[in-house]
């Protein structure tokens, strides 16, 4: 007589099988990599989860088949592969500079520029002219992370005046040259610029529209 066979349920296939797909809904919920959350996100239409699934896989596909077609080019020849490009012919555009200089204060221009604003000499009045001295050294040399110096005049109305001009008025000329593979035929243009470090110059910069001070 026939007799079927029985038909076995192992719980520890079953859990096995459970815990993968935990996993993997769980790896989907909590990584960072674009568009697997989508895929185990709850409440979402089976027909959305396959169209994600399939994005993700494609696009896994991809960059594993980019990455190991370069792989195997390398191996081929790898010599050709680092010389391919001749870095000789290359034209590129000469990236932005920022020159901060110690000194921030022009000697020659200090005492016209104290005189111009408080009709103040070293010979008609030495202790005023030592006093703003000393608010032109703290406002040139002053940057985002070293503002106590203010303190000593921050009560004196005698002192309401252009900070930003009276920067620029004793920047030192900016003396630094700057070289590429290609000749600069026309030299550069160094703006005065504020940074959180305080007054620099700089060159090539997108940010000039927003930082410069002149």
């Known amino acids: 007589m026939f007799s079927p066979q029985p038909q076995y349920n192992s719980p520890h296939n079953q859990g096995v099988v459970d815990g993968i797909i935990s996993g993997c809904k769980s790896f ?10 989508h895929i185990a996100a709850p409440k979402r239409h089976w027909i959305e989860r396959l169209l994600w699934l399939v994005a993700v896989a494609t696009a896994v596909w991809g960059v594993v088949d980019i ?20 870095f000789r012919t290359w034209h ?11 000194n921030r204060t022009n000697q020659d221009k200090l005492q016209n ?5 408080w009709n103040v000499t070293p010979e008609s009045h030495p202790t005023k002219y030592l006093y703003y001295r000393r ?22 109305p ?7 001009e009276l920067v620029v008025e004793l920047m030192p000329e900016q003396r630094v040259k ?13 703006t005065p610029v504020m940074t959180e470090v305080g007054a ?13 001070l002149v």
């Open 92 to 102: 590129y555009t000469m990236p932005a500079v920022t020159a901060c200089v110690q």
């Open 158 to 164: 005698d002192l309401n005046v252009d900070l930003f």
């Open 178 to 190: 700057l070289s590429t593979a290609e000749q600069i035929t026309t030299p550069p243009k160094w």
């Open 67 to 86: 990455s190991l077609g370069q792989w195997q080019r390398y191996r081929e020849n790898p010599t050709v592969v680092t010389l391919e490009k001749d």
């Open 28 to 37: 989907c919920l909590q990584t960072s990599i674009h568009g697997f959350n």
């Open 135 to 156: 608010f032109v050294d703290v406002v040139t040399s002053s940057d985002l992370y070293h503002l106590e110096g203010y303190e000593e005049f921050a009560n004196d």
């Open 200 to 212: 620099c110059y700089t060159v090539n910069s997108l940010a000039i529209t927003d930082v410069a």
């Open 113 to 117: 520029a104290i005189k111009s604003r």
